[in-house]
């Protein structure tokens, strides 16, 4: 069973730092592409963060600067250091693995079920 939980979102005023969470389970970490995107009602779900097996990472231009991600194979979990938040950040946020399950054959895309960051103005 594969799983992904995010965790660490909330209520953050505006400039504020906030550190989210994706721990995962079932799929073989070392070897996956993992990702934050998010989204807003009424838009289309964006990237955010990604960052390879190889630890090569890419953002939108919109978080450059602000946002840092990162893993650690170990704890099989991925994090989304957050500074110098904007009202325009707030959304849900949603962590991506393109990963091999264990016991399966081909990497698939897998989703945690988002956890919701607001920034007050």
């Known amino acids: 069973q594969v799983q992904l939980v995010e965790s660490g979102g909330g209520l953050v005023q505006t400039g504020g730092p906030l550190r989210l969470s994706c721990a995962t389970s079932?799929?073989?970490?070392?070897?996956?592409?993992m990702g934050w995107y998010r989204q807003v009602p009424g838009k289309q779900r964006e990237l955010v963060a990604t960052?390879?097996?190889?630890?090569?990472?890419n953002y939108a231009d919109s978080v450059k600067g602000r946002f840092t991600i990162s893993r650690d194979n170990a704890a099989n979990t991925v994090y989304l250091q957050m500074n110098g938040l904007k009202p325009e950040d707030t959304a849900v946020y949603y962590c991506?693995?393109?990963?091999?399950?264990?016991?399966?054959?081909?990497?698939?895309?897998?989703w945690g079920k988002g956890t919701l960051v607001t920034v007050s103005s």
């Open positions: 079932g799929i073989i970490f070392g070897s996956a592409s």
């Open positions: 991506n693995a393109r990963a091999r399950a264990y016991r399966d054959t081909w990497p698939m895309d897998y």
């Open positions: 960052i390879t097996s190889g630890d090569i990472t």
